[in-house]
């Protein structure tokens, strides 16, 4: 019987990339999307590719469309997913004394809340068949903080930590979890998090530069950028090994910016990267290596 596997947030980047990839090496894909327009675009990218995948609309910060999605995917399975990617998430950029509850609300429900709900509905499933996967799509994020991103990497941080807890506790009934750190890689994620940056413009605030500069470099960033591939790739090997392992960590610049986090000394540390973000000045030559090196984008 071929594997079902339900991908959230496949309208674009890393989501959409797993769903097609997947859905080519045979696996019976859930892609969601959170309305009709954005389902359909993602069945014509699949009819593009010529593989067939289904789509199930799910906003993930909404527990009443987490439980609808589930139970079409139940009906449809006949008893849950073998495997859950736990994709969806969404940027936030900003210093913590300038965001507001509503936006830091929105952020840890979609980014944690959300992932934990939907692994909650598809456990007893996985149990109850004695095998299952979840792959959480988590970041760099999660692990070395940047100024101006304290609560996208707080999200991305508790998310490492509940998979960590999730591996403790569903891998004795054959379920397998397993993170996925990824770098900076070019996405519709640095548009989204410089139009977040945009409407934080208007404000009074000490961090107006750091903005500016922020926001220039996210707009140019996706000709920087590598793309999501390896992201992709890594999201799959996590789904197809058959001992997958715990973390993956993808990229060039998570393997540097763990490494060095590790390595300098924390007053050195902060300095580059309040450097890199535009929240200080130093030599040219600093800034650029600063730039170069530590910027999160
Ligand atoms: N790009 C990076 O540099 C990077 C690095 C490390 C980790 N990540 C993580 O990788 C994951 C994928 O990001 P990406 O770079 O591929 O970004 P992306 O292209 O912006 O994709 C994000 C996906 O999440 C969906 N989404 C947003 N809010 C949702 C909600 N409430 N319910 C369900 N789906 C929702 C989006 O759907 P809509 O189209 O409807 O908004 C979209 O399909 C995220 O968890 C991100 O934090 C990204």
Redesign the pocket.
Known sequence: MRRSVLV??????????VALRLAGAGFDVFA????EP?ARKLRAAAAEREVSLRTVL?????SD?CRAAYAEVVAATGGGPWALV??????LVGAVEDLEDAAVR?LL???VV?AARMARLVLPGMRERGAGRIVN?????GRVTAPGMGW?CA??AA?GALNDALRMEAGPGGVRVAV?????????????AADGLAALAGRQTLFGDMYRVAESALRESGTR?PS?EP?VSAVCRALVARRPRHRYV?GRQ?KAGLLADALVPVRARDHFKRVAMGASEAHPVVEYAARRWCT??
Do not use: F
């Not at 959230?8 to 990339?17: N, P």
């Not at 996925?180 to 989204?192: D, F, K, L, P, W």
């Open positions: 959230t947030g496949a309208t674009s980047g890393v989501g959409l990339g969601t999307a959170r309305d954005k799910l906003d993930v910060a909404d469309s736990n994709n969806a998430g969404i940027p929105q429900e979609v980014n959300g799509v988590s970041s760099l994020a996208y999200g991305k998310l996925i750190e990824a770098g900076a890689y070019a996405s519709a994620i640095q548009g989204r950028l999501a992201v993808v998570a999160p984008w």
